[in-house]
């Protein structure tokens, strides 16, 4: 298999994403059109657990990698032989869970002898912003924000990585399933936080405004201990805890200090086009904000659609092709790499 740049045909990527509790199959072409996309969750079983067990979360993958590889080439009417690259992601994410899927692609790269991609899973969240109609051209800003994550990132021309701001603590997926928890709603909760707070008064609880040295660095963990407080204080006054109030309360907060740092992170660094990644970015308020501030400050919005958001395995397909083209494509002693960075 050649380098890619000689290639005059369309480059078709078969991507597995197995690094916390979707194991997940997607076919995508030159890394922006979707031919299928296979999400197996794992949150049923996890939900009673309060949150991912890693050692349940590798085991369920192993199981299922092969069904969801099937069925994604089954749902593009594809076989492997029409296949040009494989990609998986080898970080960063739970260790065994990511181990089970970078075994399962450099044993299908050496039976097949395709080429294989490797891909960081944060690389997958931003490149989820090129599957849509409308794409971002570099360089760009963008907001990561998931369940491990929460960095504020400028895009280079030369596909190169700043990181520009960062959690100092909680990332705000994190943030938004312990504020859930506290209000007895299940795991993952911050889709869950987030219906109820349409129902509610998003100023009706006061919260504190998180002081940082670096004003483009987050901080979750005192917002979320004054929620706790807040929400402890009505039980053991045995008053009524209005759920819908106090979830809205958290998602605007949260919303305004996302969208507020990225925007000035965007006007500081002269850069006019902004995208969201990760989880968070599922959020319909913090979605709404970014809607109304790019267009008051002139910035180019970009939102993924909502099912490239959480956890899937075309925006690993669409990262990987950038990938390819830098040439960057792993050997048999790819290794899983839990703590990747960005
Ligand atoms: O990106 P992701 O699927 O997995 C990681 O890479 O971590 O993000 C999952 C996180 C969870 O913390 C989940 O609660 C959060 O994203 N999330 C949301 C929403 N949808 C998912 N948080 C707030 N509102 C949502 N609608
Ligand atoms: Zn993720």
Do not use: W
């Not at 209000?183 to 998180?210: D, R, V």
């Not at 929620?227 to 204080?233: G, Q």
């Not at 910035?299 to 956890?311: A, G, S």
């Amino acid at each position: 298999m050649g380098n890619i740049h000689s290639y005059n045909k369309d480059i078709i990527i078969l991507a597995l994403e197995t690094s916390c509790d979707e194991t997940a199959a997607a076919i995508v072409k030159n890394g922006t059109d979707v031919l299928s996309s296979v999400v197996v969750s794992q949150i049923d079983i996890h939900s009673e657990f309060g949150g991912v067990v890693p050692e349940i979360a590798s085991r369920e993958h192993i199981a299922a990698c092969d069904i969801v590889v099937d069925k994604a080439l089954k749902e593009a009417s594809l076989q492997l032989k029409d296949i040009d690259f494989l990609a998986v992601t080898y970080g960063p994410g739970l260790v065994g869970a990511l181990l089970t899927g970078v075994s399962f692609m450099k044993a299908l790269s050496y039976s097949s002898n395709k080429k294989l991609i490797p891909v960081n899973h944060i690389h997958g969240h931003i490149f989820a912003n090129f599957l849509n109609d409308k794409k971002p051209s570099l360089p760009f800003i963008c907001l990561v924000a998931s369940g491990g994550h929460s960095h504020i990132v400028i895009v280079n021309q030369d596909l190169t990585y700043k990181i520009v701001g960062r959690t100092v603590d909680d990332a705000a997926g994190e943030a938004f399933d312990k504020a859930a928890r506290v209000l007895g709603l299940s795991y993952p909760g911050g889709p869950n936080l987030s219906k109820l707070a349409m129902n509610g008064n998003p100023n009706a609880i006061e919260l504190p405004n998180p002081k940082l040295d670096s004003p483009y660095d987050f901080s979750f963990s005192g917002l979320k201990t004054a929620f706790i407080n807040a929400v402890h204080k009505l039980e053991q006054n045995n008053k009524i805890i209005n759920k819908d109030d106090f979830a809205a309360s958290f998602e605007e907060k949260v919303s305004e200090i996302l969208v507020s740092k990225t925007i000035k992170a965007a006007l500081d660094n002269n850069l006019n086009q902004l995208c969201v990644a990760g989880g968070v970015s599922a959020n319909r308020r913090l979605r709404e904000k970014f809607e109304q501030r790019c267009k008051q400050e002139n910035i180019t919005l970009y939102l993924p659609n909502l099912l490239y958001c959480t956890d899937n395995a075309a925006m690993i397909g669409a990262a990987a092709y950038f990938e390819a083209k830098k040439n960057n494509f792993a050997n048999l002693n790819l290794n899983a790499v839990p703590n990747l960075k960005i």
